[in-house]
């Protein structure tokens, strides 16, 4: 059988779309806390069978999700490329930033090794009626974070290399759109049914900007992605210009209209796109606020998720509630 969320991922319209969450497997779960209490980071990303057991902890609990996300982090790629990545409790930080990094260094792929061993342990034990995703991180973002060296309120100097350095700018976001694109189909070598590209700081860039830089090398990785249905996330905007990219949809955050981005992408399935907030205000809240989501896409592809990732504070019964209102 073909999985509910692989076929609104594929554009069937679904009488009842189905539900994931980013960052569902995280730290808003006591059982993922339990295995951090006794494991870093850093331990979960390397080891195949703890990053296994949390990205499949969610399911247990909430059995009418239709898809797990395998557990994993989007600078893994900045890893490979020699950048040494460490995430301590205060978000992740680089021991080198890209430009100490020769441009012509081939990624390690022996970092993506226990991501692959992870993606085939659960595809063997999830149920066949339910999906598994991968994902990597998009150009755009994955330079913002390689040349900032660390999470940054403004992303000042990355923004300001764009138009310093134009050439080197485009010569490293054609790189790490082939490494994206590398490692999203490896994902799905080894067992995921369809992945999501995070561009997470696209919203920061103009819209000039954005098209000029991040769009191109996110059109460039996505078009090499073949064999399993592509996502775009462009955390903070969707211009019509998205239309051009070669992926089956996008995933919309909540600063955008669920309405707004289903005028705008009448051929593209839209995933999305509650406030993760909402969730914090209680169940009668978020109930709402995801009924008439679904209410707003009803009659087109959609699968039902968050504008961004669940927080830590969310109480896992409101997120049981949301579930249950949405497959009604």
């Known amino acids: 059988m073909t999985a509910p969320l692989v076929r609104a991922l594929q554009g069937e319209v679904l009488p009842v779309p189905p539900v994931w969450f980013m960052r569902q497997a995280g730290r808003f779960l006591p059982e993922y806390r339990a295995i951090r209490a006794k494991a870093s980071f850093e331990d979960l990303l390397y080891d195949a069978d703890l990053a296994a057991e949390v990205t499949l902890q969610p399911t247990r609990r909430f059995p009418k999700l239709d898809g797990a996300i395998i557990f994993s982090d989007i600078l893994v790629i900045l890893e490979a490329l020699g950048c040494g990545v460490v995430i301590p409790e205060g978000g992740p930080?680089?021991?080198?930033?890209?430009d100490q990094v020769d441009p012509a260094t081939v990624p390690d792929e022996r970092v993506y090794e226990s991501v692959q061993a992870a993606l085939r342990k659960v595809r063997a034990e999830l149920p066949p009626e339910k999906a598994l995703l991968g994902f990597a991180g998009a150009p755009w973002t994955l330079l913002a974070y390689g040349l900032e060296g660390k999470g940054s309120k403004t992303w000042a100097r990355a923004k300001a290399?764009?138009?310093?350095?134009?050439?080197?700018?485009r010569q490293?976001?054609?790189?790490?759109?082939?490494?994206?694109?590398?490692?999203?189909?490896?994902?799905i070598g080894a067992g995921a049914q369809g992945v999501q590209l995070f561009d997470t700081w696209a919203g920061e860039l103009d819209r000039e900007d954005f098209e000029a830089y991040a769009l191109p090398a996110a059109e460039r990785a996505l078009a090499q992605v073949t064999g399993a249905p592509r996502l775009y996330f462009p955390r903070g905007i969707l211009p019509a210009s998205l239309n051009r990219l070669p992926c089956e949809g996008f995933a919309?955050?909540?600063?955008?209209?669920m309405a707004e981005a289903r005028d705008l992408f009448p051929g593209k399935v839209l995933q999305g796109n509650l406030d993760p907030t909402a969730l914090l205000a209680g169940k009668e809240t978020a109930v709402r606020k995801a009924r008439a989501i679904v209410e707003t896409m009803k009659g087109r592809p959609h699968v039902f998720n968050l504008g961004h990732g669940l927080l830590p504070e969310t109480d896992p019964d409101v997120v049981g509630a949301v579930i249950d209102a949405v497959k009604g």
Do not use: I
């Not at 290399?161 to 700018?169: D, I």
């Open 161 to 169: 290399f764009l138009h310093q350095e134009p050439v080197k700018a």
């Open 172 to 187: 490293w976001l054609d790189k790490l759109a082939d490494a994206s694109a590398r490692l999203l189909n490896l994902h």
């Open 93 to 98: 930080r680089l021991t080198r930033t890209l």
């Open 252 to 257: 919309v955050s909540w600063q955008v209209p």
